[in-house]
């Protein structure tokens, strides 16, 4: 299978001197087309950092970071910022929805950012939140939404359209557990479709569902998996704390 995300010796610090913080520490990481790969570990261990760097949001301090062909490092923000609305879906743990904007018009911003017509874009976005079970508040705005609602546009935003890599923070915590199914549903669906996507989470029900589960600790790749038939086992199998 192609490598639709690779990252090679990613380090990150934050700060300099005694303060520095290395939320990083030579990573090393590659996910397939139609892989799915849970990150697990304690808060603070560098889950989200790995995300943000993986997406382009941030840079690393060091190392190298492609997605499909094409090397992050050597992209100007221009060109971040394209690839990221043709190819790249977020979850983030806050949303991140325009108050502005319906849920509709939130989910089909950024297809009509790349040149799709409204119309088009619009029916793309009608059609993943309807896969969410949420199109009857399309003409509804954030504010007027519950937070698993919210979570749930955010996740339409991120599975719409032809998004090669999908990438999740927490896509689940604002959920029960009926309406969590449904997401990690949707996400395993668009891996089996030829995504590629990384899910953070701390939820072992969540990880299960992945092809591979990593398990990180102060910013390194300490152990990784392939998950286990259901939560219990994935607990059993993860790394314990260090004496």
Known sequence: MTARLRLEHVSKVYGDGATAVHALRDVDLSVADGELVAIMGPSGSGKSSLLTIAG???????????????SLTVMSRAEKARLRRRSIGFVFQDFNLLAGL???????MPLELDGITAREARKSA???LEQLGIDERSEHFPDDLSGG????????RAIVGDRRLLLADEPTGAL?????????RLL????HRGAAGVIVTHEATLASWADRVV?????????QT??????????????????
């Open 176 to 184: 029960d557990s009926v309406n969590s199914e449904s997401v990690i």
């Open 226 to 243: 392939s998950a286990p038939a259901g939560p219990d086992s994935l607990l059993a199998s993860a790394p314990g704390p260090r004496s």
């Open 126 to 128: 009608m059609s993943a």
């Open 149 to 156: 609602e919210r979570q749930r546009v955010a996740i339409a």
């Open 188 to 191: 395993r669906d668009a891996c």
């Open 102 to 108: 319906t849920a509709a018009e939130n989910v089909a």
């Open 215 to 223: 398990f990180i600790r102060d910013g390194r790749i300490v152990d």
């Open 56 to 70: 382009s949001l941030e840079d690393p301090s060091s190392g190298a970071v492609f997605v499909g062909e094409q």
